[in-house]
C-alpha cells in the first residue's frame, strides 16, 4: 500500500533526533494526516520514515504558576480542544482547532504537524500567530527557542533543520491574559475542507481605544502572516466603525492573495476585508469592549 524504504520507531526525542542525524532525508511521522496522504501518492520524499507518534514526551498541555503555557507539539486537535487549560486561556486557537476537517481526522492530526507541514492555510497558524507563540525545538545541540512569527519561511516550508524537531508551544500570559481573541475560517463547505480564508484577531482595549491589535490572515499570502499595517492603523485609535474602515484599508497592504482552483483573487480580498471586521468586533466584546 505504502512504498516506504526504511521505518524507524523513537523511542523518545534524543532518539527521534539521532535517528535524524542518520537518516537526513527522513520525514517524521506523528498524526500522519499529511504524511500518509504522500505515501498514498507514492511521494518519493517520503520513503524513509522516522515514527514519533504518541511519544509521552510530546504529549499534553501545561499552565505554570505565572500563567505561562506549554502546549506539546505532538497533542491533538481534539485534546486541546477539550482542555480547560486551553478553553479558558486561548480561545482563538481552541476555535481554530474546532474548525479543521473532521472529528476522525482532530482525534490523530497534531498542532505541531499543522504548523511544520507548512501550509498556507494551517488552521491553527493564525491563532499561534496572534499570541505570540514561542516555539521550543530539540536538535543535537540541545533545545532552542525562536517564535512562530517569522518561522514559515514559504509554501510548505518552515525554518526547521533536517536534524531538527519541533516539541513545544509556549504561550506567555502576558501575551493572553487580559485581552480579547477570536478566530474566523470561511471555507466552501462548513466542515472537512481547507480554508479559502482564515483569519485570527487579538484586542487590548482601554478606555475605549485599541491599545493594540494583533490579525493573521491565512491563505492570504504564501505564508500565515502578521497584518502591521493594519496593527498600527488600530493603535490609541477609537473603538468605532470608522476604525474598523481605517483598518480595512490598512489590511490591503498586508496581504497578497492569488487565484487558485478555490477562489479567485478579487473573492479572497472581499473575504479579507469582511472576516476582519468580523474576527475584530469578536475579539473587542471579548475584551469586554464594543465597537459603536
Not at 102 to 110: F, L, S
Not at 180 to 191: C, P
Amino acid at each position: 500500500m505504502y512504498d516506504i524504504k526504511n521505518y524507524h520507531r523513537a523511542d523518545n526525542i534524543s532518539h527521534a533526533v539521532a535517528l535524524l542525524e542518520k537518516n537526513p532525508t527522513a520525514r517524521l511521522l506523528a498524526g500522519g494526516t499529511d504524511v500518509l496522504i504522500q505515501l498514498h501518492h507514492l511521494n518519493s520524499h517520503f520513503e524513509h520514515i522516522i515514527d514519533i507518534h504518541d511519544l509521552p514526551e510530546l504529549r499534553g498541555i501545561q499552565c505554570d504558576q505565572a500563567g505561562n503555557i506549554r502546549i506539546a507539539s505532538g497533542t491533538t486537535f481534539n485534546e486541546l480542544i477539550n482542555h480547560p487549560i486551553a478553553q479558558q486561556h486561548l480561545p482563538a486557537l481552541v476555535e481554530a482547532a474546532s474548525m479543521i476537517a473532521g472529528p476522525q481526522i482532530r482525534n490523530v492530526a497534531t498542532f505541531g504537524g499543522n504548523i511544520c507541514n507548512g501550509a498556507p492555510s494551517a488552521d491553527s497558524a493564525c491563532p499561534s500567530l496572534i499570541y505570540d507563540a514561542t516555539l521550543e525545538i530539540a536538535s543535537p545541540e540541545g533545545s532552542r527557542y525562536t517564535s512562530i512569527n517569522g518561522f514559515h519561511t514559504g509554501p510548505g516550508k518552515v525554518a526547521l533543520a533536517a536534524n531538527e524537531i519541533l516539541t513545544a508551544f509556549h504561550f506567555k500570559a502576558e501575551n493572553y491574559r487580559d485581552k480579547g481573541a477570536a478566530s474566523f475560517k470561511y471555507a466552501m463547505r462548513d466542515a472537512m475542507d481547507i480554508a479559502t480564508i482564515g483569519c485570527s484577531a487579538l484586542c487590548d482595549i482601554k478606555q475605549g481605544k485599541f491599545q493594540q491589535l494583533k490579525l493573521a490572515f491565512a491563505v492570504a499570502a504564501p505564508t500565515p502572516i502578521r497584518c502591521k499595517h493594519a496593527e498600527e492603523a488600530a493603535r490609541g485609535q477609537p473603538l468605532t466603525r470608522q476604525t474598523l474602515v481605517t483598518i480595512g484599508k490598512a489590511v490591503s497592504h498586508d496581504v497578497s492573495p492569488r487565484t487558485s482552483w478555490r477562489a479567485e483573487k478579487e473573492f479572497r480580498l472581499h473575504l479579507i476585508h469582511t472576516l476582519t471586521e468580523r474576527v475584530i468586533n469578536v475579539a473587542v466584546m471579548r475584551a469586554g469592549g464594543e465597537i459603536i
